[in-house]
């Protein structure tokens, strides 16, 4: 059974940072493409960013120099940073991993950025 849990979110003030972590169930994770989407208020969810089993990235161009993602396939973790924090990046933030021709999705975790 896949399962992924994210922690790190929170309140933070505009121009802060915040680093999400995603921890994943099973060895499978390290040869599987994962990533973060993210859902603001009364938007749709999008993508922020997605990580190779070889670490090659792909960043969203509304977050593309603020947000890094990382992965540690030792842990089955995945890693967000995120720095230069804008109101505009509140959101849910989901973790996924995707398997074949399927996506799984973890319950995600709020990241509000307000003075």
């Known amino acids: 059974q896949v399962q992924l849990v994210e922690s790190g979110g929170g309140l933070v003030q505009p121009g802060g940072s915040l680093r999400l972590s995603c921890a994943a169930s099973?060895?499978?994770?390290?040869?599987?493409?994962m990533g973060w989407y993210r859902q603001g208020p009364g938007k749709q969810r999008e993508l922020v960013t997605t990580?190779?089993?070889?670490?090659?990235?792909h960043v969203a161009v509304a977050v593309k120099g603020r947000f890094a993602v990382s992965r540690d396939n030792a842990k089955n973790t995945i890693y967000l940073q995120m720095n230069s924090l804008k109101p505009e990046d509140t959101a849910v933030y989901y973790c996924?991993?995707?398997?074949?021709?399927?996506?799984?999705w973890g319950e995600g975790t709020q990241v509000t950025v307000s003075s």
């Open positions: 996924t991993v995707f398997i074949g021709a399927q996506t799984y």
């Open positions: 099973g060895s499978i994770f390290s040869r599987q493409v």
């Open positions: 990580i190779s089993s070889r670490g090659s990235t």
